[in-house]
Nanobody, 114 residues
């Protein structure tokens, strides 16, 4: 399995970004997909997950601002981020969890700054 994340960049506070992650392999539709982030000097933390049947889970810090979606036909998972705050600045990673085997993408930088 290979994961490639893209869509990061620089955005002003209050702005929006959409991250996408493309996965190779045949297990995508059976897997839980997640977005995590790691800010400088901090541990990697969960942002959002979506399981194989579309159930979602969000960190409290992003509830109501971020949404996660998946397209099993395209093997992609997206993270729509709205009302971005400076504290959302981090490297964002997508991951794939299949039967507790986990793969990580390479990360994409999101910077929220005026």
């Amino acid at each position: 399995v290979q994961l490639q994340a893209f869509g990061g960049g620089l955005v002003q506070p209050g702005g929006s970004l959409r991250l996408s992650c493309a996965a190779s392999g045949r297990i995508f539709s059976f897997s839980t997909m997640g977005w995590y982030r790691q800010a400088p000097g901090k541990q990697r933390e969960l942002v959002a997950t979506i399981d194989s049947i579309g159930s979602t889970n969000f960190a409290d810090s992003v509830k109501g601002r971020f949404t996660i979606s998946r397209d099993n036909a395209k093997n992609t998972v997206d993270l729509q981020m709205n009302s971005l705050k400076p504290e959302d600045t981090a490297v964002y990673y997508c991951n794939l969890d299949w039967l507790n085997k986990i793969w990580w993408g390479q990360g994409t930088q999101v910077t929220v700054s005026s």
